[in-house]
């Protein structure tokens, strides 16, 4: 399957805001965007943002892998919380 062109309006400036934790869950076998791309876009433009890419899940993640979710939304509010 071919893969989408990237978003032509990118959102760039508002992820560049984002000031607060952010955890991104993503499926590694996602067809709907590259992976590897998504990540280093928001690694460059969200610095403090934790990406967690969950091996065999696609874009479905929280049905195909709700505990990897669920252990990646923990982590993040325990974080925030001891911050």
Known sequence: MARPPPCPHG???ELAAITVPLTVVMGA???LFDVGRATARLARL????????????????????PDAVNAAVL????GAITA
């Open 11 to 13: 959102r760039d400036a």
């Open 29 to 31: 076998r996602t067809s």
């Open 46 to 65: 969200v610095p403090h943002a934790r990406v967690v890419v969950v091996p065999g899940a696609g874009h479905g993640v929280p049905l195909e892998a």
């Open 75 to 78: 982590d993040t509010v325990a």
